[in-house]
């Protein structure tokens, strides 16, 4: 799969910004369409960085708690 650049770099609010961002775009495209594909296959990748980045920082990982 391709790795979206920068990605890990955004916060997980900034990320869920993005999805929405290309969420918009994919239904701007015709259902069947590779351009609709590929950006719904970078959005699922976008939703997993933003899960890994919440999960990352919630309180059960901190050390102390």
Known sequence: ???VS???FMTSDDLDQRI???TVEA???PAES???QAILKEIALLRRYADMKRWIESPGLKPGR
Do not use: G, L, N, S
């Open 1 to 3: 799969m391709k790795r």
């Open 34 to 36: 590779e351009e609709r």
């Open 20 to 22: 929405v961002e290309r």
């Open 6 to 8: 920068k990605a890990i």
């Open 27 to 29: 239904h701007q495209h």
